[in-house]
């Protein structure tokens, strides 16, 4: 197992300096930076390329995460908006490739956050199987592996559930596709954390962590030991990311609905004190030998 983080712990904006962030996050102690994926599209070749020397030079992996506008859903009713979203996506794993960056994880068969609007949830699906038929195989080329994350119902109608990813992933049946579970949203949905990993199992190819706040692990009440054996169980070998949320705010304040500072006041030395504490505390609950 390998441990990262989101870009975004320091701020309230889906944005960041990368070169200053991953020195950060290695500073921390973590082996991952997970990035916004779209952000590639807005980078400069050599942009990218100083990130990927940069990573490689300091030891740090990274990981692209991606939650699809509404006008480039790979699941829409509307064909040339499935083509945007398939050309969108594919674009972001061609980028990855240059980025030598081996992951992308998010909402890739629909977009997100969802506006309920269209709740033909088996016309949604039957799309989106087809569009990730599709990007399973530019995936192939770029060297990459898929992750779909399955999230809450507030977020989607379409994978809530571990159970739900594995149909879906079945349909449709490409190597370079597999799962995402998230604590938080899995909290919300399943009946129990642990077995929902067990029935991921060896499709579970990356782990988003995180307290039923979205604060870091440690500092409420799931029960990360119990997970951490769960993860064992299933010889669980993939990225486990944390996406804290901490700040009112600003885009991602307003996407995350948070609507009071959950810091608390705390200085940008105590945010590096907190999630350092937290990683030490996954180390320790994740690792441990059975
Ligand atoms: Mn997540």
């Known amino acids: 197992m390998k441990f990262g983080t989101l870009y975004s712990y320091w701020g309230n904006a889906w944005s960041c300096d990368y070169l200053e962030t991953a020195k950060r996050v290695k500073k921390v102690g973590f082996d991952i930076l997970e990035i916004g994926a779209g952000h590639l599209l807005e980078m400069e070749d050599s942009d990218i390329i100083a990130l990927k020397d940069l990573a490689k030079e300091i030891g740090l992996t990274i990981s692209c995460n991606i939650g699809p506008p509404k006008d480039k859903d790979v699941a829409s009713a509307d064909p040339s908006v499935r083509k945007a979203g398939i050309k969108f996506l594919s674009d972001i794993m061609k980028a990855m490739k240059l980025l030598e960056s081996k992951v992308l994880v998010g909402v890739q068969y629909t977009y997100w956050p969802n506006d309920f609007t269209d709740l033909d949830k088996p016309a949604i699906w039957a799309r989106g199987?087809?569009?990730?038929?599709?990007?399973?195989?530019?995936?192939?080329d770029c060297g990459v592996k898929m992750c779909l994350e399955v999230v809450n119902r507030f977020e989607t109608h379409i994978l809530n559930t571990a159970e739900e990813a594995n149909q879906f992933c079945d349909e449709v049946n490409d190597p370079n596709v597999g799962v995402l579970l998230d604590t938080f949203h899995m909290n919300i949905e399943e009946d129990n954390i642990c077995e929902a990993i067990k029935t991921a199992g060896s499709r579970l190819w990356h782990l988003h962590v995180g307290e039923g706040?979205?604060?870091?692990?440690?500092?409420g009440s799931l029960p990360w030991a119990e997970i951490g054996q769960a993860l064992r169980d299933i010889n669980f070998t993939g990225g486990v990311v944390m996406e804290p949320f901490y700040?009112?705010?600003g885009a991602v304040g307003a996407d995350i609905k948070v609507w009071r500072d959950l810091s608390e006041g705390a200085s940008p030395e105590?945010?590096?004190?907190?999630?350092?504490?937290s990683l030490v505390f996954l180390r320790k609950n994740f690792l441990k030998e059975a």
């Open 129 to 140: 199987v087809e569009s990730v038929k599709e990007l399973g195989k530019v995936a192939g």
């Open 213 to 219: 706040n979205r604060k870091v692990p440690g500092e």
């Open 247 to 249: 700040y009112q705010g």
């Open 270 to 277: 105590q945010m590096d004190q907190r999630i350092a504490d």
